[in-house]
DNA sequence: GTCTATATCGCGATAGAC
DNA sequence: GTCTATCGCGATATAGAC
């Protein structure tokens, strides 16, 4: 489509601003200048600053991160061993905030205004922490020969580590005070789980 | 002592507001109002916002959260068997959320305010999280018995899969989405470590 | 539907009396 | 040191022409 239509103009705009300063500082004004329309444009299309934000959140939660884990993925290599599986899982969740750097800051904003959006803190855990959680519980599960008692819990302590670990190295800058190959991290969770 | 002085009456104030609301829509003026003084008043002893807001949040960091894991408490407990200690350490930072609600707020706002305070966040970490996985490191290191092959990963895994739990099931609100009992976690965790 | 222009308000920060 | 009163600005949101 060659001609973008004015929502998705002015969503686009919105992305920018909200993930650069957060909800409360993000100007309707600047919004409005990045997309390259007037300001009553955007008021007639999102009635307020908290509706086009939710819209935006909600967008951003079903496409733009929906990518880390999708169920379709794990189902197709049961044969794959366990080690060799989980290390490639745990790889490329660790490479999502490099390839995606809008990630970081989205998952600031999403932390931080939660207690003032909770509804929108739910669709972030139920698009993509429940989600993950349930595929690699499923992986778990059709793994007998890993005796894991507990595969629902295992698989929150698997992506635990990694999620605590981004959130600590790059989200909270800790690579400067505590740097750690995500090498080691993985080696030691892999045999932890696999044995 | 009986009278607080003025610099402790707005830090208290400012606490609530940006706890309450976050950085940007923290409110000056709101901020004397809970102190009781005046405006002005404020800006006599905290240059700017930003100023206040600095000095606020390291405030809490060294002394209001440092509680969590002191450095003397690790070293005097080697003789408790290693599973029965990580169950008691597990469970206590698991209590931390409800034992003092505004810890919940205040890393809802040093996430959320991370790109923008960078070294907010550092100090945090520095505080916080360093400390945790240094005091761990240190009691994995002194239990050769456990066959730890990198202790300070281990530390990683440990603390991640808890602090992770913890902002998943209260900070987004995923208890109400993927419950799961905290003794699931704690006994998979243990399990995995001690073997 | 989209614009320009404006209404109304609360913000961070300060001047000046006491 | 602390107050009252205020400045200048940018915020969300809207009215009315086209």
Do not use: W
């Not at 600031?108 to 909770?118: A, C, D, L």
Request: proline share 6%.
């Amino acid at each position: 489509m060659l001609k973008p239509t004015k929502p998705d103009l002015i969503l686009d705009g919105a992305i920018a601003e909200f993930l650069e300063r957060g909800y409360a500082a993000a100007s309707m004004d600047r919004i409005a200048a990045r997309a390259g329309v007037s300001k009553a444009t955007v008021y007639s299309h999102f009635q307020s600053k908290e509706n086009l934000f939710v819209a935006l959140i909600e967008r951003l939660v079903k496409s733009k991160f929906l990518v880390l884990l999708e169920p379709g993925q794990i189902e197709a290599v049961v044969d794959v061993p366990p080690d060799v599986f989980l290390r490639e899982l745990a790889t490329k969740i660790l490479e999502q905030p490099s390839n995606d750097p809008d990630l970081t800051n989205f998952m600031r904003m999403v932390v931080g205004e939660s207690g003032r959006f909770p509804e929108l803190a739910k669709a972030f855990v139920s698009a993509l922490t429940a989600t993950g959680l349930r595929s690699l519980t499923f992986y778990f599960k059709a793994c007998p020969h890993l005796e894991i008692a507990d595969p629902e819990a295992t698989a929150r302590v698997f992506v635990g580590a990694i999620a605590h670990f981004i959130i600590t190295q790059h989200i909270l800058y800790g690579a400067e005070i505590i740097p750690m190959a995500e090498e080691r991290l993985i080696n030691t969770l892999v045999d932890l789980i696999t044995g």
